[in-house]
């Protein structure tokens, strides 16, 4: 039996390929968000998601900072924005809405590992 859902109400889960990632989400995963969760965290966020295994998570926007730590490919996390081929991440996405929850996280990943929760902001950081 189909259950029919309301996306306004249940994010759609990722679904990723071997040929390709593709995620579909509702439109409140695509917007910037205000800090309605957390302390420490910047004011505008945008969903975005991990694209590969292993991917260091970096001090600063290069090779030559210190990792701090590393992520998979589906992992969610809470971007701010881009300098360069770097992207700044701010927190650690579990769970979907209206029960995720996040655990900060400073630092950047490269922009060949990470893109945007929706259609419309999927190449957000390239």
Known sequence: MMKTLNLRQVAISIALTSASSVLLASSAWAQPINNTYGRGLPK??????ITGNNVNVRTGP???????TKLNRGD????TYRKGNWVAIAARVYGYPPNETYKPLK???SNAY?????EDQFDRWR
Not at 76 to 79: E, I, M, P
Request: proline share 0%; aromatic share 12%; hydrophobic share 35%.
């Open 76 to 79: 969610g996390v809470r971007a």
């Open 44 to 49: 505008q966020t945008v969903c975005s998601f």
């Open 62 to 68: 290069g090779n030559q900072y210190q990792v701090v």
């Open 107 to 109: 630092g950047w990943v």
């Open 114 to 118: 990470i893109n945007g929760c929706s």
